[in-house]
């Protein structure tokens, strides 16, 4: 082999070796590809693994690459970082026996450190005297394993096969040919461990394999002809048969039999379809789940060999066709834990999912001569006597017969000339008769009935609805035929359901009997109708119809009007009666009508009335369609009542109709007309699924019906329109309804329902179908799902466009399974079949792969919270301000990943388990304690893994919400108490002295000097106790602003002669965001004094916390279970991070936002109480965004409600208008302008309030 160009033969094999020879496809092999575009680093992948946690692992040309089934992470070399791989182009991966990642790579060996995701990188000595062109590969390992403990074996490209000692960090070499010249004959490209000899190691090398004794150090080649290798061998695998596999660079694929010594040459034939696609076989495997099957990896596609019958199947890559391999040169294969195969190859990374259900889609194509003809696909069925023929019944193409033998169709269609032919071109149903031996086929056709398909003879003879005739069908429109196990067929027609006895050629019908008048007035009515001639009729009346016919009576008459029409939930064909000005006196009504027999929109209405003398007119209206001799329906009883007509009436007749026309009959029948689906269930027991009534369930022994309608009650079917039925294997009974799924409980009479908020991806279930394997597929609304009917849990996967189902607009009744397996719907746009996958018993592994905190990713470190990967950590420890964070997770199972299953819940927190589709569990601000976060995970067939992955976390309380501190406060708050009853108790006590001081001075005659002294020494008493509670409010004041790169903040404080309770206070978070309070306390002197005092304690506790409204509540609670009384606080907070603010009132003014770009002031107030007065008060929060040159100011009432000489207020709107006049100024400068402002209007008097502002301005 020439090294200078060993680089160009290992990845550019794929492009010299493309034929234009392509071998048939396996139709239900679906390739999904994996390339860069999905975040694959490189497209020439070079090797596949999968690691012990479920990961797969992918070596690309550029990089490695770990994948959980929804994306990738690259590890790439960084020459800036020691701890990053050694090398981008990656050659082999293997984990050693304890778990650990080692990866081979153009510059050596690499050890992936899973904790903290770095790597540590070893190096062996390189060989004396490299050619310059070979240089790259003298680190090269392209290939690892393990046989003992802590050793691993490694191919390289100079040094032989090389041995690493896992704990010395030592490297051995052993050279298969130690006196050959540096070349080909030390090369080792791949290992591979003896299936059965654990002392024995298999490599290729150059023109041959060989293998190596690890116990004694020995070499042993395998006698092959010399002339059966022109290059080198680049894979060999030993199989569980014994065989050992070579495959070779130039020769084809080698089986040798080590017991004989014989061997057997695969390579490609030309004629002969079924052999090896290509001379150049990198890969060999041996499939895990069928028998006798391997996989085998060329430059010039996929082969699939069978070893019974010696044969090949080959897979190329098609361009236009997504669902082919990517690339022809298929690199390495490997079969993960679920089955799902990986191919990686020149063009990215491929994978075969047998669960996955290859969806094809048959529609009509124009231009095309072999298609569906039309896309209206109503009936599908799969012959009796040939299982490679479908039957197709289109709505207007006629009957398509699929051959899937050589994939054509053939059509039978309706000839106008040929009275043996198809009745008509839309067929609703389709069955073939297996009495006949298969050659009958039974088809319903819309509009036209039953018609009978000789198939021998190719004749057809056509049953349809027949007026007069009770033995013929009710009507012409048939969605399903049905033959039940006494081999009666059963008919369901869009007017009741029949009964087709096919000897005697004799229909019964099993009609909707809707209530009636009771057999008195039915009796009379006849009477009338057959013995007296009426005032005036309109009788017998055709489609389209417009009749008026006129009478007159002379005295006041008693008379009775029948009338009877088409209506169904309206009245279709009605009449009435009017006066002589057109004005209606009487009409005909649906809701008051009853059932006149026959089929269920035949309606006869009846209604006695006193009529003055007079002249009245008789009309009559019908529409197109059911009307006297031209019924598409079973005609009613006594059809030629049809029309209107009035009789007069005696006294005896009246009594008759007056004492039964309110009553009424309802006989025992089907629940509804319109039929769409039949089934015999395990008992002999027929249930039919009706749209217009619900469910019926007919005991054929009895003849008796008993019917199931939707209800208020908890338990009834979910709705009246009823599309399909379903008999499983293990008997229960299934409902599709328009509402969902329903199944029916025997024991209990009663049905439990799914719809969407279940998981369903439609409430309308059109058909079922049960597969080999027991589940149920279901044609819905939007797409098709699947459920097992064993599982209680009943969990649906969802098939939709996106896994190439494209259409989802079904036909009732349009479904059939084949012999194969093979499934079918119909629909509006032609017919989706599919086989379905293998089902996946083995449930996935389920790992959290992020933890974030506030939106951000946590690594591991020497600070950080995790100190391994959080899918490694059990544990987290974390403080009071880190409470907001969230977890990603995922199920490590390939099989349709995208459709497996999560539900995630903290224990502690969460009552239920919660739906994790989104693979993403935020939480924010929980309470300081112990949780568990757990996530748990089923398969893309619902198989679930209960254990799941947990972890532990600790939130540790603030400094000031531990016990000790609360201890602290305990103690504060006693001691305040005990110094306001110390002042307090002075203040009594210098009281009654005064007192007794006033009242000795009035019996002295100097009392005008005492009283003088009484006076100065209480106003001295009253100036120490205001300066000590100016002094405690100015205590609680920050002693210094925070000083903000982005913000520029003043504030002004005066207070008043008599303390009046103004705090403002400021709080930076350590992620930057500011908390700045203003308050004002009620009352005044040492309470406000007290009252300020508490604010700040609890302002310092909930600064922190990022929700004001919490903050609200928490003082508003702490303040209530102080019991100041009336004492209360009037609080405005707001919060400033990066552009962003939030505010929110409680009692305070308002306050104003001066808009630097439109110089603007804003003013934002808010409707609330201070804090302290009630509990859970709904306060307000506004959010707003914050610009360079925006303002804010902030204030007390002190200003506003200033009062001058004159007892005017100075008020908010001189503020507002001051404000917007000076508000580009600086904080410094609008703060001495309101300061002057207030100052001038009290004439430079002190304040009776305190005056507070605080002003903070967006710098640029």
Same mark, same amino acid.
């Given at each position: 082999?020439?090294?200078?160009?060993?680089?160009?033969?290992?990845?550019? =094999?794929?492009?010299? $070796?493309?034929?234009?020879?392509?071998?048939?496809?396996?139709?239900?092999?679906?390739?999904?590809?994996?390339?860069?575009?999905?975040?694959?680093?490189?497209?020439?992948?070079? *090797?596949?693994?999968?690691?012990?946690?479920?990961?797969?692992?992918?070596?690309?040309?550029?990089?490695?690459?770990?994948?959980?089934?929804?994306?990738?992470?690259?590890? *790439?070399?960084?020459?800036?970082?020691?701890?990053?791989?050694?090398?981008?182009?990656? $050659?082999?991966?293997? +984990?050693?026996?304890?778990?650990?990642?080692?990866?081979?790579?153009?510059?050596?060996?690499?050890?992936?450190?899973?904790?903290?995701?770095?790597?540590?990188?070893?190096?062996?000595?390189?060989?004396?005297?490299?050619?310059?062109?070979?240089?790259?590969?003298?680190?090269?390992?392209?290939?690892?394993?393990? &046989?003992? +403990?802590?050793?691993? $074996?490694?191919?390289?490209?100079?040094?032989?096969?090389?041995?690493?000692?896992?704990?010395?960090?030592?490297?051995?070499?052993?050279?298969?040919?130690?006196?050959?010249?540096?070349?080909?004959?030390?090369?080792?490209?791949?290992?591979?461990?003896?299936?059965?000899?654990?002392?024995?190691?298999?490599?290729?090398?150059?023109?041959?394999?060989?293998?190596?004794?690890?116990?004694?150090?020995?070499?042993?080649?395998?006698?092959?002809?010399?002339?059966? =290798?022109?290059?080198?061998?680049?894979?060999?695998?030993?199989?569980?048969?014994?065989?050992?596999?070579?495959?070779?660079?130039?020769?084809?694929?080698?089986?040798?039999?080590?017991?004989?010594?014989?061997?057997?040459?695969?390579?490609?034939?030309?004629?002969?379809?079924?052999?090896?696609?290509?001379?150049?076989?990198?890969?060999?495997?041996?499939?895990?789940?069928?028998?006798?099957?391997?996989?085998?990896?060329?430059?010039?596609?996929?082969? !699939?060999?069978?070893?019974?019958?010696?044969?090949?199947?080959?897979?190329?890559?098609?361009?236009?066709?997504?669902?082919?391999?990517?690339?022809?040169?298929?690199?390495?294969?490997?079969?993960?834990?679920?089955?799902?195969?990986?191919?990686?190859?020149?063009?990215?990374?491929?994978?075969?999912?047998?669960?996955?259900?290859?969806?094809?889609?048959?529609?009509?194509?124009?231009?095309?001569?072999?298609?569906?003809?039309?896309?209206?696909?109503?009936?599908?069925?799969?012959?009796?006597?040939?299982?490679?023929?479908?039957?197709?019944?289109?709505?207007?193409?006629?009957?398509?017969?699929?051959?899937?033998?050589?994939?054509?169709?053939?059509?039978?269609?309706?000839?106008?000339?040929?009275?043996?032919?198809?009745?008509?071109?839309?067929?609703?149903?389709?069955? #073939?008769?297996?009495?006949?031996?298969?050659?009958?086929?039974?088809?319903?056709?819309?509009?036209?009935?039953?018609?009978?398909?000789?198939?021998?003879? @190719?004749?057809?003879?056509?049953?349809?609805?027949?007026?007069?005739?009770?033995?013929?069908?009710?009507?012409?429109?048939?969605? %399903?035929?049905?033959?039940? *196990?006494?081999?009666?067929?059963?008919?369901?027609?869009?007017?009741?359901?029949?009964?087709?006895?096919?000897?005697?050629?004799?229909?019964?019908?099993?009609?909707? #009997?809707?209530?009636?008048?009771?057999?008195?007035?039915?009796?009379?009515?006849?009477?009338?109708?057959?013995?007296?001639?009426?005032?005036?009729?309109?009788?017998?009346?055709?489609?389209?119809?417009?009749?008026?016919?006129?009478?007159?009576?002379?005295?006041?008459?008693?008379?009775?009007?029948?009338?009877?029409?088409?209506?169904?939930?309206?009245?279709?064909?009605?009449?009435?009666?009017?006066?002589?000005?057109?004005? !209606?006196? $009487?009409?005909?009504?649906?809701?008051?009508?009853?059932?006149?027999?026959?089929?269920?929109?035949?309606?006869?209405?009846? !209604?006695?009335?006193?009529?003055?003398?007079?002249?009245?007119?008789?009309?009559?209206?019908?529409?197109?369609?059911?009307?006297?001799?031209?019924?598409?329906?079973?005609?009613?009883?006594?059809?030629?009542?049809?029309?209107?007509?009035?009789?007069?009436?005696?006294? +005896?007749?009246?009594?008759?109709?007056?004492?039964?026309?309110?009553?009424?009959?309802?006989?025992?029948?089907?629940?509804?007309?319109?039929?769409?689906?039949?089934?015999?269930?395990?008992?002999?027991?027929?249930?039919?699924?009706? %749209?217009?009534?619900?469910?019926?369930?007919?005991?054929?022994?009895?003849?008796?019906?008993?019917?199931?309608?939707?209800?208020?009650?908890?338990?009834?079917?979910?709705?009246?329109?009823?599309?399909?039925?379903?008999?499983?294997?293990?008997?229960?009974?299934?409902?599709?309804?328009?509402?969902?799924?329903?199944?029916?409980?025997?024991?209990?009479?009663?049905?439990?329902?799914?719809?969407?908020?279940?998981?369903?991806?439609?409430?309308?279930?059109?058909?079922?179908?049960?597969?080999?394997?027991?589940?149920?597929?279901?044609?819905?609304?939007?797409?098709?799902?699947?459920?097992?009917?064993?599982?209680?849990?009943?969990?649906?996967?969802?098939?939709?466009?996106?896994?190439?189902?494209?259409?989802?607009?079904?036909?009732?009744?349009?479904?059939?399974?084949?012999?194969?397996?093979?499934?079918?719907?119909?629909?509006?746009?032609?017919?989706?079949?599919?086989?379905?996958?293998?089902?996946?018993?083995?449930?996935?592994?389920?790992?959290?792969?992020?933890?974030?905190?506030?939106?951000?990713?946590?690594?591991?470190?020497?600070?950080?919270?995790?100190?391994?990967?959080?899918?490694?950590?059990?544990?987290?420890?974390?403080?009071?301000?880190?409470?907001?964070?969230?977890?990603?997770?995922?199920?490590?199972?390939?099989?349709?990943?995208?459709?497996?299953?999560?539900?995630?819940?903290?224990?502690? =927190?969460?009552?239920?388990?919660?739906?994790?589709?989104?693979?993403?569990?935020?939480?924010?601000?929980?309470?300081?304690?112990?949780?568990?976060?757990?996530?748990?995970?089923?398969?893309?067939?619902?198989?679930?893994?209960?254990?799941?992955?947990?972890?532990?976390?600790?939130?540790?309380?603030?400094?000031?919400?531990?016990?000790?501190?609360?201890?602290?406060?305990?103690?504060?708050?006693?001691?305040?108490?005990?110094?306001?009853?110390?002042?307090?108790?002075?203040?009594?006590?210098?009281?009654?002295?005064?007192?007794?001081?006033? %009242?000795?001075?009035?019996?002295?005659?100097?009392?005008?000097?005492?009283?003088?002294?009484?006076?100065?020494?209480?106003?001295?008493?009253?100036?120490?106790? &205001?300066?000590?509670? *100016?002094?405690?409010?100015?205590?609680?004041?920050?002693?210094?602003?925070?000083?903000?790169?982005?913000?520029?903040?003043?504030?002004?404080?005066?207070?008043?002669? +008599?303390?009046?309770?103004?705090?403002?206070?400021?709080?930076?978070?350590?992620?930057?965001?500011?908390?700045?309070?203003?308050?004002?306390?009620?009352?005044?002197?040492?309470?406000?004094?007290?009252?300020?005092?508490?604010? !700040?304690?609890?302002?310092?506790?909930?600064?922190?916390?990022?929700?004001? &409204?919490?903050?609200? %509540?928490?003082?508003?609670?702490?303040?209530? #279970?102080?019991?100041?009384?009336?004492?209360?606080?009037?609080?405005?907070?707001?919060?400033?991070?990066?552009?962003?603010?939030?505010?929110?009132?409680?009692?305070?003014?308002?306050?104003?936002?001066?808009?630097?770009?439109?110089?603007?002031?804003?003013?934002? &107030?808010?409707?609330?109480?201070?804090?302290?007065?009630?509990?859970? =008060?709904?306060?307000?929060?506004?959010?707003?965004?914050?610009?360079?040159?925006?303002?804010?100011?902030?204030?007390?009432?002190?200003?506003?409600?200033?009062?001058?000489?004159?007892?005017?207020?100075?008020?908010?709107?001189?503020?507002?208008?001051?404000?917007?006049?000076?508000?580009? @100024?600086?904080?410094?400068?609008?703060?001495?302008?309101?300061?002057?402002?207030?100052?001038?209007?009290?004439?430079?008097?002190?304040?009776?309030?305190?005056?507070?502002?605080?002003?903070?301005?967006?710098?640029?």
């Amino acid at each position: 082999m020439n090294l200078g160009k060993f680089p160009q033969i290992l990845f550019c =094999f794929a492009l010299l $070796w493309i034929t234009n020879n392509l071998f048939a496809q396996n139709t239900d092999v679906v390739f999904e590809r994996l390339n860069t575009s999905h975040g694959l680093s490189n497209n020439t992948a070079q *090797r596949v693994f999968q690691d012990s946690k479920g990961f797969i692992w992918v070596a690309t040309a550029d990089g490695l690459n770990r994948y959980d089934g929804y994306s990738f992470k690259t590890f *790439r070399n960084d020459p800036q970082d020691t701890t990053s791989i050694i090398s981008n182009t990656i $050659w082999s991966i293997y +984990e050693d026996r304890t778990g650990n990642i080692w990866i081979g790579s153009e510059g050596g060996l690499s050890l992936f450190v899973r904790e903290t995701e770095t790597f540590k990188n070893f190096i062996y000595e390189a060989m004396p005297n490299i050619p310059e062109q070979a240089i790259r590969w003298v680190a090269a390992v392209f290939s690892i394993t393990q &046989l003992e +403990e802590n050793v691993l $074996w490694m191919g390289t490209v100079f040094n032989g096969l090389t041995k690493f000692d896992i704990t010395t960090k030592q490297f051995t070499h052993f050279l298969p040919d130690p006196d050959a010249p540096i070349g080909n004959s030390n090369i080792v490209i791949w290992l591979a461990n003896d299936y059965k000899d654990k002392n024995t190691l298999w490599f290729s090398i150059d023109r041959g394999i060989s293998s190596f004794n690890t116990s004694n150090n020995t070499f042993k080649n395998v006698n092959l002809p010399k002339e059966l =290798f022109s290059g080198q061998v680049w894979e060999v695998y030993p199989d569980s048969k014994g065989y050992i596999w070579a495959g070779t660079e130039k020769d084809g694929l080698i089986r040798l039999n080590l017991e004989n010594d014989e061997y057997v040459l695969f390579t490609p034939d030309p004629t002969n379809p079924e052999s090896i696609s290509g001379f150049g076989t990198w890969a060999v495997i041996e499939d895990k789940n069928e028998t006798n099957t391997f996989w085998v990896g060329t430059r010039n596609g996929l082969n !699939k060999y069978d070893l019974n019958t010696n044969t090949f199947f080959a897979f190329k890559s098609d361009v236009h066709d997504q669902s082919t391999l990517s690339s022809d040169f298929v690199f390495d294969i490997f079969q993960d834990r679920t089955g799902v195969l990986w191919i990686a190859t020149a063009g990215g990374l491929d994978k075969i999912d047998p669960g996955r259900v290859p969806f094809r889609n048959y529609a009509h194509i124009p231009a095309a001569k072999n298609s569906l003809n039309e896309n209206d696909v109503y009936a599908l069925l799969e012959s009796t006597k040939d299982d490679e023929v479908l039957w197709i019944g289109t709505y207007g193409g006629g009957i398509n017969r699929l051959d899937a033998t050589n994939n054509s169709f053939t059509y039978i269609k309706h000839n106008p000339g040929n009275l043996n032919s198809l009745s008509g071109d839309s067929i609703r149903s389709l069955y #073939q008769d297996p009495d006949d031996n298969g050659e009958i086929l039974w088809v319903g056709v819309a509009g036209k009935g039953l018609d009978r398909y000789d198939l021998k003879n @190719k004749k057809f003879e056509n049953y349809s609805y027949q007026s007069g005739n009770p033995n013929s069908l009710s009507s012409n429109t048939i969605r %399903q035929i049905y033959e039940t *196990r006494d081999g009666m067929l059963w008919l369901a027609t869009a007017s009741g359901l029949n009964k087709f006895d096919r000897k005697k050629e004799i229909f019964t019908r099993y009609l909707l #009997q809707d209530t009636t008048y009771v057999a008195p007035i039915r009796k009379l009515l006849l009477t009338l109708h057959s013995t007296k001639k009426p005032l005036q009729s309109i009788l017998k009346v055709g489609e389209s119809a417009d009749h008026t016919q006129s009478f007159t009576i002379s005295q006041k008459t008693s008379v009775l009007i029948a009338a009877m029409g088409e209506g169904q939930d309206d009245m279709y064909d009605h009449g009435w009666l009017e006066d002589s000005d057109g004005k !209606k006196i $009487w009409i005909m009504d649906f809701d008051e009508s009853k059932h006149a027999g026959g089929g269920a929109k035949n309606r006869l209405h009846l !209604k006695l009335l006193e009529l003055e003398s007079g002249q009245y007119n008789l009309r009559y209206v019908s529409d197109i369609g059911h009307s006297y001799s031209n019924w598409n329906v079973a005609e009613p009883i006594n059809a030629s009542m049809w029309g209107i007509q009035v009789f007069e009436i005696n006294n +005896e007749e009246k009594r008759i109709i007056s004492q039964n026309i309110n009553k009424n009959e309802k006989p025992n029948s089907i629940a509804g007309s319109n039929i769409s689906s039949i089934i015999e269930d395990g008992y002999g027991m027929l249930w039919v699924a009706t %749209q217009d009534g619900g469910l019926s369930k007919l005991d054929r022994k009895s003849g008796n019906f008993t019917n199931y309608r939707s209800s208020s009650e908890t338990n009834s079917l979910s709705n009246n329109i009823a599309f399909s039925l379903h008999e499983d294997n293990y008997g229960s009974l299934w409902i599709g309804t328009q509402s969902g799924l329903n199944k029916f409980d025997a024991a209990t009479n009663s049905f439990k329902s799914w719809t969407t908020k279940d998981g369903l991806p439609n409430n309308a279930i059109i058909n079922f179908l049960e597969d080999e394997s027991g589940k149920i597929w279901m044609a819905t609304g939007n797409g098709i799902t699947k459920f097992d009917p064993n599982d209680e849990s009943l969990t649906f996967i969802n098939y939709g466009v996106q896994d190439g189902v494209k259409f989802d607009q079904y036909y009732i009744g349009s479904k059939t399974r084949t012999t194969n397996g093979s499934m079918f719907f119909g629909g509006r746009s032609g017919f989706v079949s599919f086989k379905p996958g293998k089902n996946n018993p083995q449930p996935p592994h389920t790992l959290i792969s992020d933890f974030q905190i506030f939106n951000q990713s946590v690594l591991p470190g020497k600070d950080s919270p995790l100190q391994k990967h959080i899918s490694e950590t059990e544990s987290l420890e974390l403080s009071h301000d880190q409470n907001v964070f969230s977890f990603e997770f995922t199920a490590l199972h390939y099989s349709r990943p995208e459709k497996n299953l999560y539900l995630f819940k903290m224990e502690g =927190f969460d009552k239920d388990w919660i739906d994790g589709t989104r693979r993403f569990a935020p939480y924010t601000n929980l309470d300081p304690g112990k949780y568990t976060f757990q996530v748990k995970a089923a398969n893309s067939d619902g198989v679930w893994n209960e254990k799941g992955a947990s972890v532990n976390i600790t939130i540790h309380p603030p400094w000031w919400r531990t016990y000790w501190a609360y201890g602290g406060y305990v103690f504060l708050f006693l001691g305040i108490i005990f110094a306001i009853d110390r002042i307090q108790r002075r203040r009594m006590i210098i009281k009654t002295r005064e007192r007794m001081k006033i %009242q000795a001075a009035e019996h002295r005659a100097e009392s005008a000097e005492l009283q003088a002294r009484a006076v100065q020494a209480e106003n001295e008493r009253k100036s120490k106790e &205001l300066e000590e509670a *100016r002094q405690l409010q100015l205590s609680m004041l920050p002693k210094e602003l925070p000083q903000l790169p982005n913000l520029d903040i003043a504030v002004y404080m005066q207070t008043a002669t +008599e303390v009046g309770g103004d705090y403002y206070d400021f709080h930076v978070s350590l992620d930057g965001t500011l908390t700045v309070v203003i308050g004002d306390a009620t009352g005044h002197g040492m309470k406000a004094g007290t009252m300020v005092t508490t604010a !700040k304690s609890l302002f310092n506790s909930y600064a922190p916390n990022p929700d004001i &409204l919490f903050s609200f %509540q928490e003082i508003t609670r702490c303040i209530k #279970q102080m019991n100041f009384g009336k004492l209360s606080m009037c609080l405005t907070m707001l919060k400033i991070k990066g552009d962003k603010m939030q505010i929110s009132t409680a009692g305070m003014p308002p306050s104003f936002i001066f808009r630097g770009d439109t110089k603007v002031v804003e003013e934002h &107030l808010f409707k609330a109480m201070p804090l302290g007065t009630m509990e859970k =008060f709904p306060y307000e929060v506004k959010d707003t965004t914050l610009k360079a040159g925006d303002t804010i100011l902030l204030m007390s009432d002190g200003l506003p409600e200033l009062s001058n000489n004159s007892g005017d207020m100075y008020g908010y709107k001189k503020i507002r208008n001051g404000f917007e006049d000076i508000a580009e @100024k600086s904080p410094e400068e609008i703060i001495t302008y309101l300061k002057n402002e207030g100052s001038d209007w009290v004439n430079h008097e002190a304040p009776d309030d305190d005056v507070t502002f605080v002003v903070i301005k967006v710098k640029n």
